[in-house]
């Protein structure tokens, strides 16, 4: 049977979707045939906190329920709750699937990972210089299966193969289940409607499907409203648009008035992402020969490219330069907007590998146009695409080396809190929150008990409950894990300040690189937790009415390396049974 031009390249842009959700399914199918864990496996940071803002809404109001502490938070009163659309929608997908979160998860990412490469191939079809087949799967698989953000430790990978030692620790670009996969598909979309529009200024319904994609940005990422309003700022810009005529300007300024009237209603209030009383802008100039990095010179190269090489169309070259324009200026926004407030260079770096790998392929046919119609390219492309293809096997057997035995654990503490073990409603759980996604992050998806205390729980409580409740539960835990308010004022005047601010959940000042933005991360340390640590090694009554307020106290925690103290835990404690499920120790403890 014959096959037309059409159907052979359906053929070829489906396949080319298999194998990229193969690569990126593979670590997910690998892990569940070796442990038949009901919990999704976990191969990016942040998962476990995702999957808790996931949880719906207290029964019959509008507030939201704090999964590890039981309490009701308005939505409005914290950053988190309040730009939530991405695990909202994905609650409807749990509600579908009720007690399968595995298989929530599993169908949850590849409806993203399809749906990402599937526009991907529609845009590169569409506006790419050289449209032929080979040329837009090589792009895609570029933007898929290639980490622009990790290029020198995938280099050196390469170099020590056949270890994939150092492939273990470099995450395919879109392998978190919500932030960035869920912005990038959104900007995508914006992209190509910015370039059609630019096409036809005129049309009224592109404007206002570009209005609500900037909403729906801002409800789950608002750092990808900040990337379309910059790329159509540019664009308009470089186009001369605002130059053409009046009706035209009026469209272009009526479109900027309704997006910032939307935005700012939606956004109103306190943010609270990191720090409600840090300033939202703060000049420090200084900061800007450390944040211009190799990723940064890269993507201005690229971007310089396509905007002065020839052949590519300004209704193109423009949105295009626009977000990568957009991209490097907020790389370094912390020269301006303080990474206490929203660590807003951090988080531009989230879009790098997109922008990177659309930019890429333009520059590319901007600087070499004769690519376009050389015939004696087309081998080199097929060579291209097999490499990227390698490359994204290696990275994806990489990170299932790299958190197979987190995710073992994870798994040992799903089958141990089961069954007479299971922590009921009335009972706290007691587990390890040293890191993200540490053991603490599980509870809540396997039980409704209470946890003591988990570094993620700060970002859905409101400012007055973190102080008051978090920080309280956060110095209990501290002791318990052998902690003492004199050694962590020395750990804080030390070298390693950066990595236990980190620890204890003040990310933003952590990740900083103004020294005087740290130092007011110690000294928050200093005001907010050790004075409470001072009170429970004091043996504060207090701690002891808080443990009697549960039925029981579940202590989860490793046998070959514990993180409790045992004659701390009695301190407050009375131990009643004590069990031990592969490398963990649950005991059973009642308040004294």
Not at 39 to 56: C, K, R, W
Request: with cysteine.
């Amino acid at each position: 049977m014959k096959i037309t031009g059409n159907v052979a390249r359906l053929l070829c842009r489906s396949s080319a979707l298999i194998v990229v959700l193969f690569v990126c399914c593979w670590p997910a199918l690998r892990t569940r045939a070796e442990l038949g864990s009901a919990l999704p496996p976990i191969f990016a940071p942040d998962l476990t906190m995702y999957l808790a803002l996931s949880n719906p809404p207290v029964a019959e109001t509008d507030e939201f329920e704090n999964p590890y502490y039981r309490l009701p938070v308005a939505y409005k009163s914290t950053g988190y709750l309040k730009f939530r659309l991405g695990p909202e929608l994905f609650s409807k997908l749990r509600a579908l699937f009720p007690g399968r979160l595995w298989t929530c998860m599993f169908v949850w990412n590849c409806l993203c990972w399809a749906l990402l490469a599937g526009l991907a191939i529609y845009f590169f079809e569409h506006y790419l210089p050289d449209r032929r087949l080979e040329a837009v799967i090589l792009c895609v698989t570029l933007l898929m299966l290639f980490n622009f953000s990790s290029l020198k430790p995938l280099l050196s990978a390469w170099v020590h193969l056949p270890s994939l030692a150092g492939f273990e620790t470099i995450e395919l670009p879109f392998m978190r289940a919500f932030v960035p996969v869920m912005p990038v598909i959104l900007l995508v979309v914006y992209l190509a409607l910015q370039i059609e529009v630019l096409r036809r200024v005129d049309a009224v319904l592109i404007w206002i499907a570009m209005a609500v994609l900037q909403f729906l940005a801002l409800a789950m990422f608002p750092y990808a409203t900040l990337m379309m309003a910059g790329l159509t700022a540019i664009a308009v810009l470089g186009t001369r648009l605002l130059f053409t005529d009046r009706r035209t300007l009026l469209t272009v300024g009526a479109y900027a008035v309704v997006c910032g009237l939307i935005d700012a209603f939606f956004a109103r209030g306190p943010l609270g992402f990191y720090n409600e009383h840090a300033s939202l802008i703060h000049l420090q100039p200084g900061l800007l020969p450390h944040l211009v990095g190799g990723n940064w010179l890269l993507l201005g190269l690229l971007s310089l490219a396509v905007v002065m090489g020839r052949g590519i169309s300004p209704d193109v070259k423009w949105p295009l330069a626009g977000l990568g324009a957009t991209n490097l200026i907020l790389m370094l926004g912390d020269a301006i907007v303080p990474a206490r407030s929203i660590l807003l260079s951090h988080h531009a770096g989230y879009f790098v590998p997109t922008t990177t790998a659309l930019l890429l392929p333009f520059a590319v046919f901007a600087v070499f146009p004769g690519i376009r119609t050389g015939a004696k390219v087309r081998p080199v492309f097929i060579g291209v695409i097999g490499i990227i293809i390698v490359n994204g096997l290696l990275m994806s057997a990489g990170i299932y080396r790299g958190w197979r035995l987190y995710n073992q654990e994870a798994s040992e503490i799903a089958g141990a809190l089961t069954g007479p073990l299971e922590p009921q409603a009335s009972d706290l759980v007691i587990a390890q929150s040293r890191f993200v996604d540490d053991a603490c992050g599980w509870i809540p998806l396997l039980t409704k008990a209470q946890v003591l205390y988990c570094t993620d729980a700060q970002v859905m409580l409101t400012p007055q409950q973190n102080l008051e409740i978090h920080r309280f539960r956060q110095a209990i835990y501290l002791y318990l894990t052998g902690n003492d308010s004199v050694a962590l004022r020395q750990t804080l005047r030390g070298p390693n300040r950066l990595k236990t601010m980190y620890e204890l959940g003040y990310w933003a000042e952590a990740a900083s690189l103004s020294s005087p933005e740290q130092n007011e991360g110690v000294q928050a340390i200093e005001s907010q937790i050790v004075p409470w640590l001072e009170r429970v090694e004091q043996g504060d009554p207090e701690v002891h009415r808080f443990f009697q307020h549960f039925r029981g106290v579940v202590v989860v925690d490793k046998i070959q390396m514990p993180a409790f103290v045992p004659a701390r835990l009695e301190t407050f404690l009375k131990p009643e049974e004590e069990r031990e499920v592969s490398d963990l120790r649950i005991g059973i403890y009642t308040a004294r």
